[in-house]
């Protein structure tokens, strides 16, 4: 199966800007979906096929692509958006195959 | 809506059915996952059943050992697990795959299997 490899912490300032990416041979076919998990709570989808947002995630989170990265960017970060951040994919080695990546921690200080 | 249930303690070797009740749309009509997450790690795909046809998918660590499956006249989710290890310890979510956004659009709240003597 393939990996998609995330950093495993990232810190934000509030207010301002942060970039969580994700590497993995597969995105250089297919897209990548986000997800949001705060502590004890279900996974949450904020950003899918690149760069869509469900109904009721904020603009400030946005999604892109280039070669084997995909990126999350949320602009104006805010105390609760303070949470574990994973990518996810199809998987390189079987199309109905899926895989997550390893997981940011995003630290709103 | 989804919920999980039937978590519990299991010894390994021992086996186990996780259900999901789905409520507010069918869930032969529409792909559906099990996920796993280990306590303290990360988010893991175990298994798709797709909705035409109802292909079975499963990830290489539980492949032989898990089986999906759905009850279209109780709207549920299944996930028979066999042959239990202490690593299967993790909570289980299903969720609802949609092909249009390829991602995972609803999630239930997770329930909790524990492998251990």
């Known amino acids: 199966s393939s990996e998609l490899t995330q950093d495993p912490a990232v810190s934000v300032a509030l207010g301002q800007t942060v970039r969580i990416t994700c590497q993995g041979d597969?995105?250089?076919?297919?897209?990548a979906s986000w997800y949001q998990q705060k502590p004890g709570q279900a996974p949450v989808l904020v950003i899918y096929?690149?760069?869509n947002r469900p109904s009721g995630i904020p603009d400030r989170f946005s999604g892109s692509s280039s070669g084997n990265t995909a990126s999350l960017t949320i602009t104006g970060a805010q105390a609760e958006d303070e949470a574990d951040y994973y990518c996810?994919?199809?998987?390189?080695?079987?199309?109905?195959?899926?895989?997550f990546g390893t997981g940011t921690k995003v630290t709103v200080l | 809506q989804l919920v999980e249930s039937g978590g519990d303690l299991v010894q390994p070797g021992g086996s186990l059915r996780l259900s999901c009740a789905v409520s507010?749309?069918?869930?032969?009509?529409?792909?559906m996952t099990w996920v796993r997450q280990a306590p303290g790690r990360g988010l893991e795909w175990v298994s798709t059943?797709?909705?035409?046809?109802?292909?079975?998918y499963y990830a290489d660590s539980v492949r032989g050992r898990v089986t999906i499956s759905r009850d279209s006249s109780r709207n549920t989710l299944y996930l028979q697990m066999n042959s239990l290890r202490a690593e299967d310890t993790a909570v289980f979510y299903c969720?609802?795959?949609?092909?249009?956004?390829?991602?995972?659009?609803?999630w239930g709240q997770g329930t909790m299997v524990t492998v251990s003597s």
């Open positions: 969720a609802r795959y949609l092909p249009v956004a390829d991602a995972f659009d609803i």
């Open positions: 507010g749309f069918t869930v032969s009509s529409f792909h």
């Open positions: 059943i797709y909705s035409d046809g109802g292909g079975t």
């Open positions: 597969s995105l250089r076919s297919y897209y």
């Open positions: 096929s690149k760069n």
């Open positions: 996810s994919s199809r998987d390189s080695s079987g199309y109905h195959l899926r895989v």
